[in-house]
Structures are given as C-alpha cells and as structure tokens.
C-alpha cells in the first residue's frame, strides 16, 4: 500500500520561496498512469490542486499558480518536491502530496494523500 509523507519548514517568511518533499514508500513514481500532486487548504477555504508530475516527469500546473510553481522529482530517493515562489500571507495552508490516476485532484476520495503539513507565512 503506498504511502506519501510531507516534510518541509512551517514557517517562511513573505517573498520567500516555499520547498517541500513528498517523500513515497510502497510505490514507485515512475510507476505508469499515476499522477503525484500537491493539493493545499487555507484555513476555513477549500481545497486547492495545484500541480502534478506524471510518471513520465511531465508537469502540470494550475493556471493561477503557474508563474511561481514548480514541481519537480528525484527517482532515485522516490521523492517529488514542490517549490513555491514569492509567498505571502494568503499563501498560509495545510499542504498535501497525493497520488491519482487523474492530473488534476479535487478531493480526498481520489487516490492516496499523505496527512499534510501545515505552513504558515509570516515575518
């Protein structure tokens, strides 16, 4: 059974740039037709997807999150990593990594989450 961890700072301050690992066990990335994503939730708000990498290392990203996203992946210790640029206050929300056979992933019912991590930016 596949298995996703968050791990990452839980503080960053405005105009930094946000980094943070999924880090997967029970499953490789490269495995085919499965998508890695980074979802978020702001407190009291929905949840957000914000991006995925495919098996193949192909990229997707959301359109409002595109100029300050990247998504990226490290094979060899079964990772993928999200950074997020220029953050701001509205940038503070749980994070969470997910695995689905879909790009874009809307809720919890598809596929495995990890259990999240709070971030919260501020000076």
């Known amino acids: 059974q596949v298995q996703l961890q968050e791990s990452g700072p839980g503080l960053v301050k405005p105009s930094q740039t946000l980094s943070l690992t999924c880090t997967v066990s029970?499953?490789?990335?490269?495995?085919?037709?499965?998508?890695w994503s980074w979802i978020r939730q702001p407190p009291g708000k929905g949840l957000e997807w914000m991006g995925a990498?495919?098996?193949?290392?192909?990229?997707y990203y959301s359109p409002s999150l595109k100029s300050r996203t990247s998504i990226s992946r490290d094979t060899s210790k079964n990772q993928f990593t999200l950074q997020l640029s220029s953050v701001t206050p509205e940038d503070t929300a749980v994070y969470y990594c997910?695995?689905?056979?879909?790009?874009?992933?809307?809720?919890?019912?598809?596929?495995?989450w990890g259990q999240g991590t709070q971030v919260t930016v501020s000076s």
């Open positions: 990498i495919a098996d193949s290392g192909n990229t």
């Open positions: 997910a695995r689905a056979t879909s790009v874009i992933v809307r809720d919890k019912l598809s596929g495995s």
């Open positions: 029970g499953g490789s990335i490269t495995t085919k037709y499965y998508y």
